[in-house]
């Protein structure tokens, strides 16, 4: 079976750090571009930032120098270390197989998660 999961969200305080995890199973992660999304609460979905198969990456301004993606193609998994968060960065956060990276009119593909959430709240 096909699917995405995403895994290390949670409640952390304004300037904590959080991983997230995408783990990938039913294909090989490492073919394929990720995409990472969001969608706050009421706010529609949004991106936050990209990486293709040969690591290079793309960033929203919001993010930029705060998240990073990297993957570990041993584990078919790829993350996202949030840092220095804010509550503004409230949401629940997707990821998956995308296109158009590394650029701004990047998007999602065929595979998609079903979210983790993360709340940052003091």
């Known amino acids: 079976q096909v699917q995405f999961v995403e895994s290390g969200g949670g409640l952390v305080q304004p300037g904590g750090p959080l991983r997230l995890s995408c783990t990938a199973s039913?294909?090989?992660?490492?073919?394929?571009?990720i995409g990472w999304f969001r969608q706050a609460p009421g706010k529609e979905r949004e991106k936050v930032g990209c990486?293709?198969?040969?690591?290079?990456?793309y960033y929203v301004d919001a993010v930029k120098g705060r998240f990073t993606i990297s993957r570990d193609n041993g584990k078919n998994t790829a993350y996202l270390q949030v840092n220095t968060l804010k509550p503004e960065d409230t949401a629940v956060y997707y990821c998956?197989?995308?296109?158009?990276?590394?650029?701004?009119?990047?998007?999602?593909?065929?595979?998609w998660g079903k979210g983790t959430l993360v709340i940052v709240s003091s």
């Open positions: 998956a197989t995308a296109g158009s990276c590394p650029s701004p009119h990047y998007y999602g593909r065929d595979y």
């Open positions: 039913g294909f090989t992660l490492e073919y394929y571009t």
């Open positions: 990486m293709t198969s040969d690591g290079s990456t």
